[in-house]
């Protein structure tokens, strides 16, 4: 910029004193104001004596149009609050803009400007930086260019004058593919070439700067236009839980352009996640950040993690439907949102990280490994008659856990063997461990997660354990006597890792950009590279005996829906066919929370068999409903494990697994066609499973076209009863929509179901239909 300074207005008598300071520029309406940028070397500003006024002929802004309907096209920022407000709505509205790429300001002046006489320049600042400067690129100012192509460079701010319609002067303004992120304060000033001062015009209210994903000089550049749309503009995604024998997905509405979404995603950023204004146009440090300050352990973040099953004084986790009345709350009150846990607060991050700008996606990875211990293996200990010893147990594998990537180049990371580590990164806002004494994880690159980089930063070693932990299972007899090991599981962590598929309501397996195939040579060949690097090897005391004469097979029979009973299976067969076996154990069957926590036992079953040569038996426990529903958690999940001795040896087999019982889905259709800005009737519809009546039973509803959530109570629901209600809505625009219906009530919470259609455009809104039955309508959906 230094070259730059020379084409601003200098007074070359100016010297910066206390008594320069009581001059000023004039405004627009000719009086003399005190301008606090005058202060700065970066612009020394036209000086006058008190007596001085600018002279009349000075151009005049007298105000300025936003082209708010343009910029938005351009910039695909229409559909943000903030943009569409009106002046029948009371609020004047604000521009929100993407960095890197020019913005047009329409600046109504009392003249049509003369290029051979005027002079415009613009200055930017930060506008919650109480001490603006150019060196720390929260201040900034350019000359206004005389013709388009002369913008400047990308990593440049510029301006430059577009046309010239009588009193109407078109600028453009091209912000620095690099700048700081969040609002910024606008000065206008003109002058005549002849004169040393002129006038300054204010903009009223600031405007916004985004990362832009659409421009090639941007890090976070995205290529494909639909995966722009999808993890940029999509504003409702699919969350998948459950656990990995049964992937459960449920809708989320992120609402990223709602009213307050943006305000509070830049107000955790700056105030929670303390970014100053200088590193908000890094998306490394901001996306750090935004992982931090959307917990609240150690900074009173926007929302309060709550694992107890105990969620008085707050909202169930299973109960949100989307981030848009979290964010919403704690913009108001400005306290931890009450309660998430981890599908709660990746949703809630997703739709911060899309607001400003940075392309995220939500990704879920069943059995996920936590490794509290830095050693790479989820250490389990049971006792003798197979029960799991909690007060032992510091790890823990969940049924599954929810984190989020977003999508940047790492020019911090260097370069791999398979290239730069650019493209996914992996955050996570759940707050599990601490990082540089903080709660939060990431950004770690997804790439280098797979390629077993456990020093990379940030947190590549928690992320490398949670998809690649083995599973190791000791028994514990006693301090003074040795552990044994009874089963190492090296497939059974990080299982189909999934997020929403790009356009399609269906799910996408990521599995392998996270971890090489299972049994290949390159998977143990990382996973002794990350050991190494870690370095921890974790003693493994005495193996248990090899022995196969006995072969042991355990499952879970039927598809298990809540309100009906299962069962679990043991079968045990004798190979040998020379020699009799007695096998004791227990077959046992726990609730649990989905971290894995907290188990309780619903039944354990005691047995014994005698196995002639060559026989096989098979162990039968029946779990009715009755014995399992006042023990269930509150995502109905369970943990079934076995544990047999086979007398005359020393061998002794182990297995667990875990399932969670199905739930009903809400049914959501619609009663016609489904056309913009026209109301259409739908319908849902729920059955009740239990064998028991349902209470206090309350639908919440929400989705585009719907406003305010809708709320349908019924005050009880028989065994086996279908109910169906019936409301209106109006699709907003033409493209895709979804709706999302929760059911919560006294005996059955956690059900959700959803619906994903095709608006219609309007009649008279159809340009044309080309000869395939595309039809081309007037761009009401964004691109």
């Given amino acids: 910029m230094g070259s730059k300074v020379s084409t601003f207005w200098r007074r070359a008598n100016c010297c910066q004193c206390?008594?320069?300071?009581?001059?000023?520029?004039?405004?627009?309406?000719g009086s003399s104001r005190y301008n606090p940028l005058a202060k700065h070397p970066l612009v020394s500003w036209g000086m006058a004596d008190k007596t001085d006024s600018p002279s009349a002929d000075v151009l005049t802004v007298k105000s300025v149009d936003l082209c708010t309907e343009e910029n938005g096209k351009d910039h695909h920022t229409k559909r943000y609050e903030l943009m569409s407000r009106d002046e029948y709505s009371g609020k004047i509205p604000k521009l929100v803009v993407r960095r890197g790429q020019p913005f047009r300001l329409r600046l109504v002046c009392d003249r049509p400007y003369d290029r051979a006489r005027d002079a415009l320049s613009l200055i930017f600042t930060v506008a919650d930086e109480d001490q603006p400067t150019h060196g720390h690129g929260t201040l900034v100012g350019i000359p206004v260019n005389q013709f388009p192509e002369q913008l400047g460079e990308p990593e440049e701010w510029g301006a430059a004058i577009e046309a010239i319609n009588g009193d109407l002067l078109q600028v453009l303004v091209k912000p620095a593919a690099t700048a700081p992120v969040g609002q910024w304060k606008l000065d206008i000033d003109t002058k005549l070439l002849s004169e040393a001062f002129g006038k300054s015009y204010s903009l009223p209210q600031a405007f916004y700067v985004l990362f832009n994903p659409w421009c090639p000089d941007d890090l976070v550049y995205m290529e494909e236009k639909a995966h722009r749309h999808e993890y940029v503009m999509s504003d409702t995604t699919l969350i998948y839980r459950g656990s990995y024998n049964r992937l459960r997905p449920s809708v989320w509405k992120f609402g990223q352009f709602e009213k307050h979404v943006l305000d509070c995603s830049l107000l955790l950023i700056a105030k929670i996640g303390k970014v100053s204004a200088t590193h908000r146009g890094d998306p490394v440090r901001v996306c750090?950040?935004?992982?931090?300050?959307?917990?609240?352990?150690?900074?009173?973040?926007?929302?309060?993690?709550?694992?107890?099953?105990?969620?008085?004084?707050?909202?169930p986790p299973t109960k949100w439907v989307g981030s848009v009345e979290i964010l919403q709350q704690f913009y108001k009150r400005q306290k931890p949102v009450k309660f998430a846990q981890c599908w709660v607060f990746a949703g809630v991050v997703s739709t911060i990280c899309r607001a400003i700008g940075i392309p995220s996606r939500v990704v879920t990875n069943y059995s996920s490994a936590h490794d509290t211990q830095a050693s790479l293996t989820v250490d389990y200990f049971v006792d003798k008659s197979g029960k799991i010893m909690e007060e032992m147990n510091a790890d823990s594998i969940w049924n599954y856990h929810v984190w989020n990537e977003v999508w940047m180049q790492r020019p911090d990371l260097g370069i791999s063997s398979d290239g730069d580590y650019g493209g996914w990164q992996a955050i996570d806002a759940t707050p599990q461990e601490s990082s540089d004494g903080m709660f939060r994880c990431g950004p770690a690159s997804v790439l280098a997660v797979k390629l077993g980089e456990v020093l990379k930063p940030y947190d590549n070693n928690f992320l490398f354990a949670e998809v690649n932990a083995d599973k190791v299972f000791w028994r514990y007899t006693g301090p003074h006597h040795p552990l044994k090991l009874l089963r190492k599981d090296v497939l059974g962590i990080g299982l189909f890792i999934s997020t929403k598929a790009v356009g399609r309501w269906e799910r996408e397996d990521i599995t392998s950009s996270y971890k090489f195939a299972e049994k290949s040579e390159e998977e143990r060949a990382t996973m002794l590279k990350a050991l190494k690097q870690a370095n921890s090897y974790f003693s493994r005391y005495y193996l248990n005996e090899e022995f196969n004469e006995v072969y042991f097979n355990f499952e879970l029979r039927d598809d298990i829906k809540i309100g009906e009973p299962f069962s679990v299976i043991l079968t045990v067969k004798n190979r040998s066919s020379e020699n009799r076996h007695v096998v004791e154990g227990s077959l046992h069957v726990d609730t649990v929370l989905y971290t894995g926590k907290d188990r309780e036992s619903v039944k354990v079953d005691k047995f014994s068999v005698t196995l002639e040569p060559g026989t096989e038996e098979s162990i039968r426990?029946?779990?009715?409903?009755?014995?399992?529903?006042?023990?269930?958690?509150?995502?109905?999940?369970?943990?079934?494990?076995?544990?047999?001795?086979?007398?005359?040896?020393?061998?002794?087999?182990?297995?667990?697994?875990?399932?969670?019982?199905?739930?009903?889905?809400?049914?959501?259709?619609?009663?016609?066609?489904?056309?913009?800005?026209?109301?259409?009737?739908?319908?849902?519809?729920?059955?009740?499973?239990?064998?028991?009546?349902?209470?206090?039973?309350?639908?919440?509803?929400?989705?585009?076209?719907?406003?305010?959530?809708?709320?349908?109570?019924?005050?009880?629901?028989?065994?086996?009863?279908?109910?169906?209600?019936?409301?209106?809505?109006?699709?907003?625009?033409?493209?895709?929509?979804?709706?999302?219906?929760?059911?919560?009530?006294?005996?059955?919470?956690?059900?959700?179901?959803?619906?994903?259609?095709?608006?219609?455009?309007?009649?008279?809104?159809?340009?044309?239909?080309?000869?395939?039955?595309?039809?081309?309508?007037?761009?009401?959906?964004?691109?």
Wanted: charged share 25%.
């Fill in 621 to 783: 426990m029946i779990v009715e409903f009755h014995e399992y529903y006042r023990k269930l958690r509150d995502q109905a999940a369970f943990n079934i494990s076995c544990m047999a001795t086979v007398l005359d040896t020393e061998f002794e087999f182990y297995a667990q697994d875990d399932f969670r019982v199905r739930k009903p889905d809400i049914k959501i259709s619609l009663l016609g066609k489904p056309v913009s800005q026209a109301p259409v009737d739908v319908q849902f519809t729920l059955e009740n499973p239990l064998p028991i009546p349902l209470h206090k039973g309350l639908f919440h509803l929400e989705g585009s076209g719907i406003g305010k959530p809708l709320l349908f109570k019924h005050a009880e629901i028989a065994p086996g009863e279908k109910v169906s209600n019936t409301f209106t809505m109006t699709p907003p625009y033409s493209g895709r929509l979804t709706l999302a219906a929760k059911f919560t009530s006294k005996e059955l919470d956690d059900v959700d179901g959803f619906l994903a259609f095709l608006a219609h455009p309007r009649p008279e809104d159809i340009i044309t239909e080309v000869e395939d039955n595309v039809i081309v309508a007037r761009t009401d959906v964004i691109d």
């Fill in 18 to 29: 206390s008594s320069c300071m009581d001059r000023g520029v004039s405004d627009d309406r």
């Fill in 288 to 315: 750090r950040a935004i992982s931090a300050a959307v917990n609240s352990p150690d900074d009173d973040g926007a929302l309060m993690g709550n694992w107890s099953g105990d969620f008085s004084g707050g909202t």
